[in-house]
């Protein structure tokens, strides 16, 4: 065999096998299994077109299979006789696919108009994209946070998508479609959640040095467990004990100049980067890219720029007690 073929059935079986690895999941971002009616609308159209490309692919490959077999050099055999023109197979393969794709089409246009428009007594939410992270606000609860969106099981939510800077897209793939987040322009999707969870999502536009590090996170929370948040997200952080280290870190937090760009309710008013006030009680931090641990917040803290590329918050070269000291007092803003 020559080493070129040899090259190419090597590349083949690696490839095939690398794809089968792929099948192993789980899948927290598949649309496949959808969470929302939104989701199930686009998953119910997607079946449809899937079965109609089955359809295709099986008629066109079969008759290809069937030629080559068929028809295939015989020693000896006759030129074949030579044709030329068809009508009725020319009329045939203009009007099948025609027909196909108005057999798309009509349930695709259905659907849009379907999921475009609001539930009456929608909760609405806010999203902005910024780079690099999501900021959500409430605008009938007051409330206003960041990467984590938490909305309550079987209620209507009206999301309202843009940016502050440059266009990203906002996707949590098991609750629907995603949107893109464009300057001075609002997007809409609309989706009532059927099942209690945690739902991972990420920006789908490329938005710069860390579009891969602009994630987010969906909980669908249950009726009480959304209100319990509600209530915890609108209290205001206690000031902390004289002489404690929370202390001594809302102390740093003012010295280096973080008050500048960050919202703490009742201590500072920063409107660049996201509110903190409560963000002690989120599960990740830095744009849904590390778990909010303290070694991760301590990291994160020690040089923004190297965990985050591109990071608009810079490298403050914080010094160890005062690192020390804002990790505790941003692990107390629960
Ligand atoms: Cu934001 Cu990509």
Redesign the pocket.
């Known amino acids: 065999m020559p080493p070129q073929r040899r090259h190419l059935i090597l590349l083949c079986t690696l490839v095939g096998l690398a794809s089968i690895a792929a099948c192993a999941g789980p899948f927290p971002q598949s649309t496949l299994s959808p969470t929302s009616d939104f989701g199930h609308s686009i998953d119910h159209l997607f079946r449809g077109i899937f079965w109609w490309a089955v359809g295709v692919f099986v008629v066109v490959e079969g008759i290809l299979l069937y030629s080559i077999v068929r028809f295939r050099h015989q020693e000896g055999a006759p030129a074949p006789a030579q044709h030329h023109g068809h009508t009725t197979l020319e009329i045939a393969w203009t009007l099948a696919p025609a027909l196909i794709l108005v057999f798309i089409a009509v349930p695709t246009v259905r659907t849009i108009f379907e999921t475009d428009t609001a539930p009456p007594g929608a909760l609405r939410v806010e999203v902005t ?1 910024h ?2 992270w999501w900021e959500y606000h409430y605008p009938d609860l007051g409330i206003v946070t960041a990467n984590e969106l938490h909305v309550p099981v079987g209620k209507p939510i009206s999301v309202d998508i843009t940016s502050s800077d ?1 266009i ?2 906002w996707w949590t793939p098991k609750l629907g479609g995603k949107r893109d ?1 464009i300057p001075g322009h609002h997007n809409k999707i609309f989706f009532t959640a059927d099942s209690v969870g945690e739902f991972m999502g990420q ?6 040095a860390s ?1 891969a590090n ?1 994630r987010l996170r969906t909980f669908v929370d249950s009726d009480s467990g959304f209100q319990a948040w509600v209530a915890n997200q609108k209290t205001v952080p206690a000031v902390p004990a004289k002489g404690s280290p929370e202390e001594a870190g809302r102390a740093a937090f003012m010295k280096y100049g973080c008050i500048g760009c960050h919202t703490v309710a009742g201590y500072s008013n920063g409107p660049i980067g996201p509110n903190l006030t409560h963000v002690g009680s989120r599960t990740m931090i830095a744009g849904d890219i590390m778990m909010n641990t303290e070694q991760h917040l301590r990291d994160w803290l020690g040089n923004p720029p190297e965990m985050k590329p591109g990071s608009i918050m810079p490298n403050l070269h914080v010094s160890q007690p005062d690192l020390n000291a804002l990790v505790a007092y941003l692990q107390s803003l629960k």
């Open positions: 994209g780079q690099w440059v990203h897209a987040a920006c789908v536009e490329y938005c710069g579009h602009m």
